[in-house]
């Protein structure tokens, strides 16, 4: 490409303008730039907007042309063809086996991830090195592939249980249990990253100080390495949530009778349902918007009260 | 306090502090993950005989083989996962640039975040969106009917090229995060040296921006062909019948069929591709995995 020399100063000025702010750019990559980002960011929303507008449109399903403005989708009830979402038994009782599940998630991956931080950082013993590895490993297993192996393991268990002893072990077949520990198996990897990354930039100082003061360990513990880790903790408590209510892979293979929210969404899409998708959509896109923001303005805040 | 005990003591309470911390990791990491890896080996490489009796064998990677459906299926969505990562990186490569390089202020934090919004919407929202957008009645076709492009709907949903849409869509905040952090980086002066020094946009593009972002680049690939690869949601629904995705060949075995033995054999063998793909992306660009991760 060497040969391409001959061209004329003015392109590579151009192309070199084009490439960091600090030069003026010329009209034309100025404009293809943005409209490139344009395009992008319709791209990205278009989908997004779509869901929400049909989900006001007044038609038994979610697609054009508009005819006109309703709020049936949401709580209408009379009809059963026209069942708004707050009418709509089923899908409000797989929002709320999705938040139970999150819940339970967000726990267990809080508690685990901390945890495996102390272990990490504080403590040394033969093959920390192998077992930190291993904690990463979830985050490259494909998320059906863990679905499937803890199905087969806990089936496994739960038939020698019944051919050794008789035991009929119930949390050990498809259902809500298996569904929290499959999510769980691969969410707290990424609990432990984020707790991991704090804790490692901690002061030990700060502790060896408070020893010296006379304080025990729990009291360490609790008035400065815990609240030290609060920002991480509480960050990765989000993203459990999140990450849990948004799964579906490795939910679909473990889910039993009672379908969480994702699960049932799946099912109705695959029937052609009415815009009632729609609607419990942009209360999911609302609700994680919210989520998101105050997840935005924590970490400030708290940086804030720190330097007083 | 811990100066006053005596050292056998410290020693004890050193050991079931490790012992405490030790206890849940491993039985996450044993009871979640090894075990069940274990026993979906097992599984895989044993065949019934007759009623409740097996014995070992590769049958089951046998009829993967003989099954021209099968690894017809399994190459495909190989290669259909790399053309959606490779189409994911060059989308993504101009924006996530142009947030790293020239926008600036309150116009670069917040094109930051429009890229990270639709992301924190679950893929199934998503992909409603879509189906709506693109199914025969949907709202392209109908605008291409209003601008007189096509004289009927036309159905646009179901194609191959859907699915890459939507895998791509899916994929694309995975690519453009790893890309910023690694462009941000870059020195400006370096650029400005290079052309100071003769460098044309391509030259300076290769042996500049490229190398510089090499890690960044792999990060995102990784990842993105992970997902992409064990991704059943989009392929199913945005293709339909014709999407024939490996994930779905694994769910039909084990859940439809039952046929466990047959879809532990599919699991492993897509394990063993998203664990090649991960390695050798680690070889080529030389990078530790505890890096990547922490990058992404």
């Not at chain 2, 994929?171 to 890309?179: A, G, K, N, Q, T």
């Amino acid at each position: 490409m060497c040969c391409l020399g001959w061209r004329p100063i003015s392109f590579n000025y151009w192309w070199v303008s084009a490439v960091i702010a600090s030069l003026p750019r010329p009209l034309w990559l100025r404009t293809s730039t943005m409209l490139y980002g344009v395009a992008f960011f319709a791209f990205l929303f278009l989908p997004l907007a779509v869901v929400a507008v049909f989900a006001f449109n007044d038609a038994s399903y979610p697609a054009p042309p508009w005819r006109g403005f309703t709020l049936d989708w949401f709580l209408g009830g009379t009809d059963a063809k026209r069942l708004g979402l707050f009418a709509d038994a089923a899908m409000l009782g797989s929002i709320w086996t999705s938040v139970v599940v999150a819940c339970w998630v967000t726990v267990l991956s809080v508690l685990v991830g901390t945890a495996n931080a102390f272990l990490i950082e504080r403590t040394q013993f033969r093959g920390k090195q192998a077992l930190s590895m291993l904690m990463l490993a979830p985050l490259v297993i494909p998320g059906v592939i863990l679905g499937i192996s803890i199905l087969a393991f806990a089936s496994g268990i739960a038939n020698q249980a019944d051919d050794l002893w008789g035991l009929e072990l119930d949390f050990l077949r498809p259902g809500l249990p298996l569904v929290v520990l499959g999510q769980f198996s691969y969410i707290v990897s990424i609990a432990t990253l984020t707790i991991t990354a704090r804790l490692k930039r901690f002061d030990v100082t700060l502790e060896e100080a408070a020893y010296n003061l006379g304080a025990s360990r729990a009291a360490v513990l609790w008035t400065i390495t815990l609240p030290y880790l609060k920002p991480a903790m509480i960050g990765s408590a989000a993203i459990s949530f999140l990450m849990s209510f948004e799964n579906f892979n490795t939910t679909l293979m473990l889910v039993g009778s009672d379908a969480p929210l994702t699960v049932m969404m799946y099912g109705r899409m695959r029937e052609g349902a009415t815009p009632v998708l729609n609607a419990v959509s942009l209360l999911l896109m609302v609700s994680s918007a919210v989520l998101a923001l105050t997840m935005m303005r924590g970490p400030k805040g708290n940086a804030s009260s720190h330097s007083d | 306090m811990s100066l006053a005990e005596t050292p056998d003591v410290s020693r004890n309470s050193a050991r079931l502090m490790l012992m405490l911390l030790l206890a849940p990791a491993l039985l996450w990491l044993l009871g979640l993950i090894v075990l069940p890896h274990l026993e979906l080996g097992i599984l895989s490489l044993r065949h019934r005989v007759a009623p409740r009796v097996y014995e070992p064998s590769l049958a089951q990677f046998a009829t993967f083989i003989d099954e021209p459906l099968y690894w017809h299926t399994f190459v495909r969505t190989a290669l259909m996962s790399i053309v959606a990562t490779a189409i994911t990186l060059l989308m993504a490569f101009p924006i996530a640039w142009t947030i790293a390089k020239i926008a600036r202020g309150r116009v670069k934090s917040m094109m930051f975040v429009m890229c990270l919004i639709p992301f924190w919407v679950s893929e199934t929202v998503r992909t409603l969106g879509w189906m709506i957008l693109l199914r025969e009645s949907g709202v392209l076709p109908a605008l291409l009917v209003g601008l007189g492009v096509t004289p009927a709907p036309i159905e646009m949903l179901y194609h191959d090229a859907t699915i890459l849409v939507g895998l791509v869509y899916t994929s694309m905040l995975f690519m453009v995060i790893p890309l910023i952090s690694a462009l941000e980086s870059l020195d400006d002066s370096l650029i400005e040296a290079a052309y100071d020094l003769g460098g044309n946009g391509w030259s300076i593009l290769r042996q500049i921006v490229i190398p510089h972002a090499a890690p960044g680049i792999v990060a995102g690939c990784i990842v993105v062909f992970m997902l992409t690869l064990g991704n059943y949601l989009t392929p199913t629904l945005l293709g339909g019948k014709n999407s024939q995705w490996f994930t779905e060949q694994i769910y039909t075995q084990f859940i439809t069929r039952f046929n466990w033995e047959q879809g532990a054999a599919f699991g492993f063998l897509l394990l063993g591709l998203s664990t090649a793909i991960v390695w050798a992306g680690l070889k080529l660009s030389g990078q530790k995995f505890g890096e990547v991760m922490q990058r992404s």
